[in-house]
T-cell receptor, first 117, second 107 residues
């Protein structure tokens, strides 16, 4: 089954304790991204990756890191989480958008609900 | 001004009603437009793309007005299962999501 998986689905942690949220897709997509979703603000992009070893900042990258060592995996790292990073996080993937053409459908993972105390 | 703006709702309509959502965007160079659907506590899923000529998929009709920079989604004959949040998505160099419009269809 074609899918994007995220782990963990739920996490409660404390300020300053490093954590990693994993994301994996089995559709051979080049493009992967991380979003956070907060009430009234919609989905905001944190980081994205156009392919292996190619990552770039989105709109709200502060406090986050990512890596793309393999095509299928795109983990999100919070080195020192803070309460303002409490949010619902989604990983998404798609085939690479062709220049000048429409973006391809993004497939989202099931989400990770993170609470930082 | 937000790049993509939607009326947050909620829209509460009876079964069988017709309901329309609008979405405005600020970047006139935007290239592609979509509507995604998000059920409560679930991930967003593509509902339909929006083309300049307008397009229809069953009970759903999407329209784009580039001059006025807005897109719309019309749902006819609403079903209980249409209850969800509808996200407007606009792309330029990346995808920009609206905050969503919540729809509740009641018996």
């Amino acid at each position: 089954e074609a899918q994007v998986t995220q782990n963990p689905r739920y996490l409660i942690t404390v300020t300053g304790k490093k954590l990693t949220v994993t994301c994996s897709q089995n559709m051979n997509h080049e493009y992967m991204s991380w979003y956070r979703q907060d009430p009234g603000l919609g989905l905001r992009q944190i980081y994205y990756s156009m392919n292996v070893e190619v990552t770039d900042k989105g709109d709200v990258p502060e406090g986050y890191k990512v890596s793309r060592k393999e095509k299928r995996n795109f983990p999100l790292i919070l080195e020192s989480p803070s309460p303002n990073q409490t949010s619902l996080y989604f990983c998404a993937s798609s085939f690479y958008p062709l220049a000048g053409r429409s973006y391809n459908e993004q497939f989202f993972g099931p989400g990770t609900r993170l609470t930082v105390l | 001004r937000k790049e993509v703006e939607q009326d947050p709702g909620p829209f509460n309509v009876p079964e069988g009603a017709t309901v329309a959502f609008n979405c405005t965007y600020s970047n006139s160079a935007s290239q592609s437009f979509f509507w995604y659907r998000q059920d409560c506590r679930k991930e967003p899923k593509l509902l339909m793309s929006v083309y300049s000529s307008g397009n229809e998929d069953g009970r759903f009709t999407a329209q784009l007005n580039r001059a006025s920079q807005y897109i719309s989604l019309l749902i006819r004959d609403s079903k209980l299962s249409d209850s969800a949040t509808y996200l407007c998505v606009v792309t330029f160099n990346d995808m920009r999501f609206g905050a969503g419009t919540r729809l509740t269809v009641k018996p």
